[in-house]
């Protein structure tokens, strides 16, 4: 029996302790992008917006973004959890408002490679 279901799993703060896309806005964008950040807050502009302007701050080259990211890890229960959703044939995917980029490569340095990932 096909399961009538998805389950969606947001990938920061859930399978990785931390906002990666935060964290590298943090580390590597000029000053400037906390201005961004609080007129998000109050709703005076969207997180497009708000992304693209922080995003815009980031001078850094792609591999010293990327060896960065390498530094973070997965909850150590994902891999099980997955197992579980697989062997089960429970469609299910990773659904994040962060960058594909990212969650690919923080999972395929745990290993996992086979989860969809529907993100920027």
């Not at 964290?23 to 007129?39: L, M, N, S």
């Not at 990327?66 to 579980?84: C, K, N, Q, S």
């Not at 995917?93 to 745990?110: H, M, P, Y």
């Amino acid at each position: 029996m096909a399961a009538k279901f998805f389950v969606a799993i947001d990938f920061d703060g859930m399978i990785t302790g931390a906002d990666i896309t935060d964290a590298v806005i943090q580390k590597f964008a000029r000053p400037g992008w906390e201005d961004a950040e609080q007129r998000w807050e109050e709703g005076l502009i969207g997180s497009r917006e708000c992304l693209f302007e922080q995003m815009g701050l980031i001078d850094a080259p792609m591999d010293a973004i990327l060896e960065y990211v390498d530094t973070f890890t997965i909850d150590p229960a994902f891999p099980g959890f997955v197992e579980f959703l697989q062997r089960h044939r429970i469609p299910h995917g990773i659904v994040s408002d962060g960058f594909k980029v990212f969650s690919e490569r923080i999972l395929r340095n745990a290993g996992i490679t086979e989860v969809p990932i529907y993100a920027n």
